[in-house]
């Protein structure tokens, strides 16, 4: 580029932030109503596709409950600072500052009550307050760091600023435009990226391995799951010193029975900490003491087996749990009187419920994940600030970071708080 081109460019902004999503519209809104000249590169048509999306078109933007233990990452301390520096209260304000309508739906989680168009709008608005700039749709195709900030090629010309930020998020759903764009710049200035992979993604098994629970697809029920490496610790999870900052991975939640495999919110959850060749272990009766409920019912019972156990849970599965077993090679006992059933069957077959122990084969991918583990290593990064360490002026945030949420509007809180961190912490020239 020639030199009155670069100085042109470099007339324009004190920040460029890539990705108009979540964070990026956040951060931006912030930084530009601090009186920073921002512009806000996006290269998809259609503005915030995974806010529109969201929360089954709701927009399930936060969780009352957040805090560091509902968040995967190789540095689980990271986040604290941002999370602590922005709450969920901070983003209610907003919301309600907006006029928008909200309700709690389900452990904390809110959601609107109208339309997840109108967390849109709003970020928009905070957008045109802080009289951010816009180029979209234009496509980054350089960035190149220069001594008086970083310079942009894309497909819009030049776009120079003395600070870059990169808010184009994970690479779940990439049929709405996600990519890795932010973990290859990142490497492109020696930072490190911990393995990307889906996560909040339903499980899936061999075809013949499931071929015994095809036929359940559909059925779902309150199940307690988790994911549990050999040593005992939780499987994703740095190996950690004798109890201090010991995380709950154990969900209790829904599960559903699919074609291929397992999904629902308990299995969306326990994904997100599941490896590859790992079991994944499943109470199907949480709560319940099946066993003696079995045996106390069992004295004098004429009714089948299968009646009895349909009682306790979903017909449809308990009487192809009970057709598998005989499958299997045990006897065909849902079709024997209770009473006649030997009283170690039973105890088997509570044990079984309780302790269902399975490996899947994978996840359905990132076409179907919602959201993408790992990304960029935030040993890296400043956590007050989401600065690059080692780059003067670049900044990371939201899910292009390694921070993972659970589900239940934790990734929106950290998209929010990452945002408005580094919407603070940008300088003016
Ligand atoms: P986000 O994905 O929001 O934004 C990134 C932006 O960058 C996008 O606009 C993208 O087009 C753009 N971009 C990507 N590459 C680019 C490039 N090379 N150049 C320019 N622009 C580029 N979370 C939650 O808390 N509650 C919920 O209800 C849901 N629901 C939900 C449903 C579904 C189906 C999905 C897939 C995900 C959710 N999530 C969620 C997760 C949530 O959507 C996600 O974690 C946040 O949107 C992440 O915010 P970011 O700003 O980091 O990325």
Known sequence: MHQRELSLAFGGFDVAV????AAGMMAAAVAGQRGLRVVLIEHAARLAEKIRISGGGRCNFTNIGTGPANFLSQNPDFCRSALAAYTPRDFIDLVEKHGIAWHEKHRGQLFCDNSSEEIIAMLKRECDLGRVAWRMPCA?????RHEDGYLLQTSQGAVAARQLVLATGGMAIPQLGATDFALGIARQFGLKVVEPRPALVPLVFDAQAWEPFGSLSGVALEVEIQAQAEDGR???????RSGKGKRNTVFLEDLLFTHRGLSGPAVLQVSSYWNPGEPIRVDLAPGQN???SLLDAKSGNRQQLATVLAGLWPKRLAEQWLANAATAGGMDIGTQRLADVPDKTLRELA????HWTLVPSGTAGYKKAEVMRGGVDTRGIN?????????PGLYF????????????GYNFQWAWASGAACGRALSAA
Not at 18 to 21: N, P, Q, R, V
Not at 234 to 240: E, F, I, L, Q, S
Not at 351 to 354: D, K, R, T
């Open 18 to 21: 890539i990705g108009a999503g």
């Open 397 to 408: 945030i939201g899910e292009a970071l390694d921070v993972t949420g659970w589900l239940g």
């Open 234 to 240: 939780p499987a994703g999870t740095p190996a950690r």
């Open 383 to 391: 956590q007050k600030t989401m600065e690059a360490r080692n780059a």
């Open 140 to 144: 980054v195709q350089g960035v190149a």
């Open 290 to 292: 099946l066993e003696q």
């Open 351 to 354: 044990a079984n419920i309780h």
